[in-house]
């Protein structure tokens, strides 16, 4: 089962959350050079802030909460002692370039929560295998909307396409991590469907994946826990898939990741 990863600051949802087996809570604290980096598309700019952290840890009691903090910067030792202090289950490192930053985040965090590197940046791409077995480590995530930017490619998904996702779960795997990507629409929602994007999550053994601000909604009360329960059951399906199915899948996805991509920009 893959952990459904929601980002919020809600307390109330956040118990609605907590009440689904396989979510997982996202407190999101990143905002050094997001605004500049990402300029101009409509993204997701957190304003979650510190006491956040602290309320949705008093209202999760059965599943696990991630804290993303900013990428490192003079001030990363206080934020890391004052995050840590609410006693999160992981934490966040983003906009890492090298193995360099990542010992240096470890050493910081000091075996104090388990480690999901947030992999968006060429950097970290190519030096893979220098930090994979860096102690301390619990998961790598791979963030296709800042990664596809800082590899110049037009559409968010082209890394899936171009079988970089398939070296990142190797080494993943390879080093005993955990290893997610992306984030996932409503199943038949997106310009690449939900559903296809589930269906590679299951092909590279991901294990987790951020829901997207679409996913949930402000469309009926329960409609939140209705679309996970239909995600669950494209899960299964889709898991029960034979070895050529998952093979003419992957084809299929990654002609229509070429597709997208190659079309013209939509004027403003």
């Known amino acids: 089962m893959l952990d459904l990863i929601q980002i919020t600051n809600d307390v109330a949802f956040a118990r609605r959350c907590d009440a689904l087996p396989g979510l997982r809570l996202f407190v999101d604290l990143e905002r050094l050079g997001k605004a500049e980096r990402q300029a101009g598309r409509n993204t997701f700019i957190s304003q979650h802030r510190l006491d956040d952290v602290g309320r949705i840890r008093d209202a999760v009691r059965h599943r696990r909460l991630m804290v993303r903090v900013n990428p490192l910067h003079d001030g ?29 985040f470890t050493a910081l965090v000091a075996g104090r929560a388990p480690v999901t590197l947030l992999l968006e940046t ?11 077995g860096t102690p301390g480590l619990q998961e790598v995530y791979v963030g296709l909307n800042d990664l596809h930017l800082s590899l ?8 899936l396409a171009l079988g970089m996702l398939d070296t990142v779960a190797a080494a993943a795997r390879g080093a005993g991590l955990r290893f997610g990507f992306g984030g996932i629409a409503r199943l038949d929602e997106g310009l690449l469907p939900g559903r296809d994007v589930l269906a590679e999550h299951l092909r590279l053994g991901s ?29 299964a399906r889709l898991a029960a898939r034979s070895p050529a199915q998952v093979d003419a899948d992957r084809h299929r996805i990654a002609q229509a990741v070429r597709t997208i991509a190659a079309q013209p920009p939509a004027r403003p």
């Open 76 to 104: 990363t030792p206080a934020e890391l002692d004052a995050v840590l202090a609410h006693q999160p289950d992981l934490v966040m490192l983003p906009m890492f370039t090298g193995a360099a930053q990542v010992r240096e």
């Open 122 to 132: 060429a950097g970290a791409f190519e030096s893979l295998a220098q930090w994979i």
């Open 152 to 159: 110049g490619m037009r559409f968010m998904f082209e890394p």
């Open 207 to 235: 294990q987790a994946v951020i829901l997207s601000r679409t996913f949930h909604r402000e469309d009926g009360e329960i409609a939140f826990e209705q679309q996970v329960a239909a995600l669950r059951e494209a899960e």
